[in-house]
């Protein structure tokens, strides 16, 4: 059997066994320990395999991963959620679909000082679902505002995926986390507007609250500072290069610690929750990385990923048409993916490939950081689109009386903004590069 063909064989090997739902960790490593014992031999095997852990499990730039997913941790049981939610009900709750726009409005906010949309999912959606409910919005309306605004998790910084992607191609995290910048504001933006549309054509879905008094409005803004303390304090010292991303995100997680603990919202209990919880998210993601790095291994024997760069190259189609394709792909492989485990396979492949396009006359750097924001923009769809939608499930188990393919109806409106999205990053760059080359001149 030729390289090529074992190559195919592990890929094939891999799909079926997620799709009898073994872990996903556990399906790329068994097919990549297999291929690579095939192509070299068990001693090659057990060599690689003594070495692997202890030097993916010892990369300091790793340990922001932790250190952000304890932030967010932090944030979650400290209840910092429930004021950016009141806040921004206080000023705009009053406007048809006000409420569902509020609840975006602070999944962005908390997204600032969490990374992870799981997380801001369900922490946002323990939050607003009462009160848009209580307010006489439909179900469809107000999960699939829930499901979507949470995946503003991942796309304000911190982000765990582009932290992922960052070290994968050996890339600057604070000039990926300024590329996410605009990109997800204008996420923020685009799905205002859609609900505000939504609430036009179909008025039966919401309805339009009572105007919060001035007096209330600026106490409940008044209540976010401590987020917007964090936030400055983590990326303003990230961006004025008084620390490192790493050491950030440290600085970050005891300010939420802090906020949490000064809110009283943060106990003992709390506290076992945030650790207990960093820990099992931690573990999780390190076992994905340990197995991903045994299929790429076997994969770099079979010559897949030069092949394909080479394949790539030698294509007579444009540039851009290659990048949409392989786009594309990726909004497939998240309908059956979840984003860390997708990230990890497929990066080490298609990376060298987009690396050997020429595009918009980007140089090396300014490509990785543009191409690494769209993967992160098809990602964040990812987490909507069924069959997996993960933060539609999440969604699901927070508001248990709204059947899930109600949500999913939800989510639909909210696609096309992605999409749309999605096209102006792929044809602008300037949009997403503009911040990187205003503070990394």
Not at 5 to 11: Q, T
Not at 55 to 66: E, G, K, Q
Not at 245 to 271: D, H, K, M, N, Y
Not at 343 to 361: H, R, S, Y
Request: hydrophobic letters at 55%; a neutral charge.
């Amino acid at each position: 059997m030729t390289p090529t063909m074992i190559g195919l064989v592990m890929f094939a090997a891999m799909l079926g066994l997620m799709a009898l739902r073994i872990p996903i960790a556990a399906a790329m490593f068994i097919p990549g320990a297999v291929g690579y014992w095939a192509m070299t031999n068990e001693l090659a095997l057990l060599n690689m395999l003594k070495g692997s852990a202890v030097a993916r499990l010892t990369v300091y730039d790793l340990s922001v991963i932790p250190l952000f997913l304890l932030m967010g941790q932090f944030a979650t049981q400290g209840g910092l959620s429930r004021a950016l939610f009141k806040a921004a009900a206080a000023f705009i709750g009053h406007i048809k679909g006000g409420l569902g726009m509020a609840a975006i409005m602070a999944a962005a906010g908390f997204g600032a000082v969490c990374g992870s949309s799981v997380a801001t999912t369900a922490t946002i959606g323990q939050v607003a679902y009462p009160e848009m409910k209580a307010h006489g919005y439909s179900g469809r309306l107000s999960t699939g505002v829930l499901a979507t605004g949470g995946s503003l998790g991942i796309l304000i910084p911190p982000s765990v995926p582009l932290v992922v992607y960052a070290i994968l191609t050996e890339q600057n995290i604070a000039k990926l986390f300024a590329a996410a910048f605009i990109p997800g504001l204008i996420a923020m933006l685009g799905y205002i507007v859609v609900i505000y549309i939504y609430c036009r054509v179909r008025p039966d879905l919401a309805t339009a609250s009572e105007p919060t008094p001035w007096a209330q409005r600026w106490k409940a803004l008044v209540a976010v500072w401590p987020i917007a303390t964090i936030f400055i304090m983590v990326f303003g010292g990230i961006y004025a290069g008084i620390f490192t991303p790493t050491e950030g995100a440290a600085v970050g997680a005891i300010g939420t610690f802090i906020a949490g603990l000064a809110s009283r919202e943060l106990g003992l209990e709390g506290i076992k929750r945030s650790f207990l919880g960093t820990a099992e998210t931690s573990a999780m993601v390190f076992m994905i990385f340990l197995g991903a790095d045994m299929m790429n291994s076997a994969l770099a024997l079979t010559q897949l990923p030069a092949n394909l760069a080479d394949w790539v190259s030698h294509l007579q189609v444009p540039p851009l048409a290659i990048v949409a394709t392989l786009l594309a792909f990726y909004v497939v492989l998240c309908c059956v993916m979840d984003e860390l485990s997708m990230l990890l396979l497929t990066i080490p492949v298609v990376f060298p490939a987009i690396m050997g396009l020429d595009l918009f006359g980007l140089d090396m750097q300014e490509k990785a950081i543009w191409f690494g924001i769209l993967v992160l923009m098809i990602v964040q769809i990812g987490l909507i689109t069924p069959p997996v939608g993960l933060n539609v499930y999440v969604v699901n188990s927070v508001c248990k009386d709204v059947p899930m393919s109600e949500t999913y109806r939800g989510v639909l409106p909210f696609l096309l903004s992605d999409f749309l999205r999605v096209a102006l990053l792929l044809f602008f760059p300037f949009i997403t590069l503009g911040v990187v080359r205003w503070l990394f001149p």
